[in-house]
């Protein structure tokens, strides 16, 4: 069964900071993997996703995620931080249904990340 | 572009009642899905349909039932509303898999009082 770990409930950074949300997943088989941004008291936006192919994704915002498969991880980065990206961001892993249909999405815990000025 | 439409946003119930939530997929989407998200936790999946059946189930308590009808959009009854069934519920939408990425709609506030 997939699973998904965000290290760390709560990251703060300064603003123009480099941002760096770690995820790391459990899969049985490839995964897909995906970033989505949680505003308060708003629904859950893609931030980017992997797939296949290339393992570093780029994402809307600035945002970037590198899927290692030898380590399982998916980090999301930014190379600096926004006061607009103050946020709660979730990482989760799509758990495929090789039968035809599609899977659904298990999240990790969310990390909430705050810039300070 | 057309997004995913949940209706109402906002609901307030008392224990013991009723509530049916809507979603309206994306056009030619032909999977829903369906998230709670409790105050300050991450969402949980509920359930998903597939072509207008039932494809997966998740912690879907037996007080809740869903649907997808021949228009694709979704309903999700609930019954018998406890307290703790207030949470943002979600319905997301995606054609033929994740790799095409789910899409979310903004969610139904529950409260239960």
């Known amino acids: 069964a997939q699973s998904v770990t965000q290290l760390g409930s709560h990251v703060s950074v300064s603003e123009g900071a480099l941002v760096l949300l770690r995820c790391n997943y459990s899969s049985s088989v490839p995964p897909y993997l995906f970033w989505y941004v949680q505003y308060p008291n708003q629904g859950l936006q893609l931030l980017l996703k992997?797939?296949?192919?290339?393992?570093l994704v780029k994402g809307i915002n600035g945002f970037e995620a590198e899927f290692k498969k030898s380590e399982t991880s998916f980090h999301l980065t930014k190379p600096s931080a926004h006061m607009s990206d103050a946020a709660e961001y979730f990482c989760?892993?799509?758990?495929?249904?090789?039968?035809?249909?599609?899977?659904?999405?298990?999240f990790g815990k969310g990390t909430k990340l705050s810039v300070k000025p | 572009a057309a997004g995913v439409i949940q209706s109402p946003r906002h609901l307030i119930k008392e224990k013991r009642e009723t509530a049916t939530l809507k979603c309206y997929p994306i056009?030619?989407?032909?999977?829903v899905y369906w998230y709670q998200q409790g105050p300050g936790q991450d969402p949980q999946f509920l359930i998903s349909f597939y072509e207008k059946m039932q494809s997966d189930k998740g912690s879907i308590p037996d007080r809740f039932s869903a649907q997808q009808f021949s228009d694709y959009h979704s309903e999700l009854n609930m019954s018998s509303l406890e307290l703790g069934d207030s949470a943002l519920y979600f319905c997301?939408?995606?054609?033929?898999?994740?790799?095409?990425?789910?899409?979310f709609g903004s969610g139904t506030r529950l409260t239960v009082v």
């Open positions: 989760a892993v799509s758990d495929r249904n090789y039968g035809g249909s599609q899977g659904n999405l298990i």
């Open positions: 056009p030619r989407h032909d999977t």
């Open positions: 992997y797939t296949t192919g290339a393992t």
């Open positions: 997301a939408s995606s054609f033929k898999g994740p790799n095409y990425g789910y899409t």
